[in-house]
Nanobody
């Protein structure tokens, strides 16, 4: 299984951005997916998760109401739509896949990881 994250970039505070994660090596609908992020000097933290069908989602409190995770299993792609971005959202964003059938909020529940895409929010 390979995960390829893309779509990161530089955006001003208050702006928006959508990052994508393309899955190869297995059917996208056969894994719970998640997004995590790691800011400079900080530990990796959970951002959002979505079940195999896309019917359920979960978010970190810090992004709830601003970020939306979604998936298009026909395109083997998972998205993270981010609005009202703030400088504290600056981080490398990683997508991950889990063999689980439920929402997963902890990094150790994920079996596969992408390489990350950098999101920089300027003030």
């Amino acid at each position: 299984v390979q995960l390829q994250a893309s779509g990161g970039g530089l955006v001003q505070a208050g702006g928006y951005l959508r990052v994508s994660c393309t899955i190869s090596g297995r059917t996208a609908g056969s894994a719970t997916m998640g997004w995590f992020r790691q800011a400079p000097g900080k530990e990796r933290e959970f951002v959002a998760t979505i079940t195999r069908s896309g019917g359920s989602t979960g978010y970190a409190d810090s992004v709830k109401g601003r970020f939306t995770i979604s998936r298009d299993n026909a395109k083997n792609t998972v998205y993270l739509q981010m609005i009202t971005l703030q400088p504290e959202d600056t981080a490398v964003y990683y997508c991950a896949a889990s063999e689980s059938y439920r929402l997963e909020y902890r990094s150790w529940e994920y079996n596969y990881w992408g390489q990350g895409t950098l999101v920089t929010v300027s003030s």
